[in-house]
């Protein structure tokens, strides 16, 4: 079965840094690229980072607004992505969700990790 757990949000304040976690299971993580999104309410969900398959070289790639802040990495013996936030600013606040690029009308999106930033 085809998971995605997230986890590691939590509220805090500006400048502050968290980090994400997803667990997955269900399909062959060390041969997946993979993905990080969030969605703020009312808005449309966007990707953040992503990164290839460790086979690939695992290059990551960032959204202009994290790049420098943001860090994606990956444990291929775990099955799972990590997303270290860093610097954090009040429009970083949304629901954070990791995914397989590609895979984003499968229905497999997990419950996704809260992150607030407030003062």
């Known amino acids: 079965q085809v998971q995605f757990v997230e986890s590691g949000g939590g509220l805090v304040q500006p400048g502050g840094s968290l980090r994400l976690s997803c667990v997955t299971s269900?399909?062959?993580?060390?041969?997946?690229?993979m993905g990080w999104y969030r969605q703020a309410p009312g808005g449309r969900r966007e990707a953040v980072a992503s990164?290839?398959?460790?086979?690939?070289?695992?290059?990551?790639i960032y959204i202009e607004s994290v790049r420098g802040r943001f860090a994606i990495s990956r444990d291929d013996a775990k099955n799972t992505v990590y997303l270290q936030m860093n610097t954090l600013k009040l429009e970083d606040t949304a629901t954070y969700f990791c995914?397989?690029?590609?895979?984003?009308?499968?229905?497999?999106w997990g419950q996704g990790t809260q992150v607030t930033v407030s003062t």
């Open positions: 990164m290839r398959n460790t086979a690939s070289g695992g290059s990551p």
């Open positions: 995914m397989r690029p590609g895979w984003f009308n499968l229905g497999y």
């Open positions: 269900g399909f062959s993580f060390k041969d997946a690229d």
